[in-house]
């Protein structure tokens, strides 16, 4: 097939965002945070109350993490040692879903299976050891409403998880209660946080001056430390759930994806931004651009090895991108869609930094001073995916300016499960 080349411009030329467009959304992302902390229900940030702080890196003792939240469940036995050191004793993982076998993130599955699931993994984690009293930190990846540091109620799921009977449930309560099915009533769940709060957590046990955690993987997030977290409230970290904001302008492709998706007018951001997403809308405009309908089932994966295919007649994009279609493409297409991919990614690199540099106005003003600080980020897409962080760094550039030599991003890589024992340690 022939690529053209106009209609390839006009596909891509949807995905593009003006500095001037860009540094309004950041602005916008301001706005609401102001509202959301306010209570204001005209924002489109949930601004969620973690009831947690921040370490101070003297945190020690032996403590079981659970980090729920996307495709792998892992639980682990971690030692903290303080002074930002730690050990992890023992650490297990599975998928929540292996095809074929089982779907825990399926409307076939109930609340019940799904913690089953991870009480089995928490009690290989603990080698069996139904004697030793252990708290257990737990990172829950959703939107939760947080009364306090153990009480967190699912609002809705995200990322197209569909399991039935956890919406509205105290997950620690619900976590318990497998445990004690699982005769390992000896391990306590005391502390819950989203995992947002964990990457903070961790990084800035090894790290001062980080007040910022963000996941950018399977679904997108931000959290920071609030001073004013509200009347005769001590500072606190609020989980913003970032990916729920649309003070954004979609494009043809972001719509069609929304309306096609489990929870349609929600977590618009998170859908122009995270993994669960990109590949989605790689496939929608692909559509477009050969003029067959479909989304093709691209992964954010996909995109990835199709992009860095840097061989001369780019045989994995066009194998990738043949498979999927069920089209024939030449070396030059291979390149065009490279090209498309290329777009889809800086698009949302731009507007995870977007949301960094929203957040650095709310703390330092969008005048005022900014400090040396770093932003945990963890996250697949941040780590794995070509071109995401040179595309965030610059976008931070265009907002920041040369105040962007100011904050340094550093990788908070698996961070879930150090934050969720630091969380119960805190306790
Ligand atoms: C959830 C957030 C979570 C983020 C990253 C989103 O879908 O709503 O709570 O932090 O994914 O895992």
């Known amino acids: 097939m022939a690529i053209d080349d106009e209609k390839l411009e006009d596909v891509k030329k949807e995905f593009q965002i003006d500095p001037d467009i860009l540094r309004a959304t950041a602005g916008a992302m301001r706005y609401d945070m102001r509202l959301g902390l306010e209570g204001d229900t005209g924002s489109t940030l949930k601004m969620l109350k973690s009831y947690t702080h921040l370490p101070s890196g003297d945190e020690t003792g032996e403590f079981v993490a659970v980090d729920f939240g996307a495709t792998n469940v892992r639980a682990m036995l971690i030692h903290l040692l303080g002074h930002g050191q730690y050990e992890v004793v023992r650490k297990v993982s599975e998928p929540l879903a292996k095809p074929g076998e089982y779907d825990y993130t399926d409307e076939a599955s109930s609340a019940e299976d799904m913690f089953d699931f991870v009480a089995g993994l928490v009690d290989k984690a603990i080698d069996g050891d139904h004697e030793t009293e252990y708290k257990l930190g737990h990172t829950f990846s959703f939107p939760s409403d947080q009364a306090d540091i153990n009480d967190a109620r699912l609002i809705a799921w995200t990322k197209e998880f569909k399991t039935k009977g956890v919406e509205g449930q105290n997950v620690n309560e619900l976590l ?180 960094w ?51 340094d991003i550093i990788p908070a890589d698996g961070g879930s499960c150090l934050g969720a024992a630091l969380a119960a340690a805190m306790i």
């Not at 007649?313 to 066009?318: F, G, L, N, P, Y």
Request: charged content about 25%.
């Open 357 to 407: 540099a929203g957040i650095i106005w709310h703390l330092e003003g969008e005048q005022g001073e900014i400090r040396h600080q770093h932003i945990a980020v963890d996250g697949s897409v941040y780590r794995k995916m070509p071109r995401v962080k040179e595309e965030a760094a610059q976008a931070l550039y265009e907002l920041l300016g040369d105040d962007a030599d100011k904050v």
């Open 176 to 355: 318990a209660d497998a445990l004690k099915r699982a005769g390992a009533a000896n391990v306590k769940p005391c502390a819950v946080i989203n995992d947002t709060v964990a990457a903070l957590l961790a990084a800035a046990y090894l790290h001062e001056n980080t007040y910022i955690g963000s996941i950018y993987a399977t679904g997108f997030n931000d959290c920071y430390l609030e001073p004013y977290a509200g009347k005769a409230e001590q500072p606190m970290v609020i989980n913003m759930e970032t990916g729920g904001f649309y003070k954004v302008i979609p494009n043809r492709y972001d719509i069609m994806l929304d309306e096609a998706s489990e929870a349609p007018g929600e977590q618009r951001l998170e859908k122009m931004v995270s993994g669960r997403y990109m590949g989605w809308l790689y496939g929608l405009a692909i559509s477009d651009i050969i003029g067959k309908e479909g989304d093709f089932g691209f992964t954010s994966i996909d995109i990835s090895n199709i992009v860095s295919d840097e061989s001369d007649d780019r045989h994995e994009a066009v194998r990738i991108l043949s498979e999927h279609t069920g089209m024939s493409f030449s070396t030059a297409d291979a390149d065009k869609l490279q090209d498309l991919g290329l777009v889809v990614i800086r698009r949302s690199a731009k507007l995870a930094a977007m949301s």
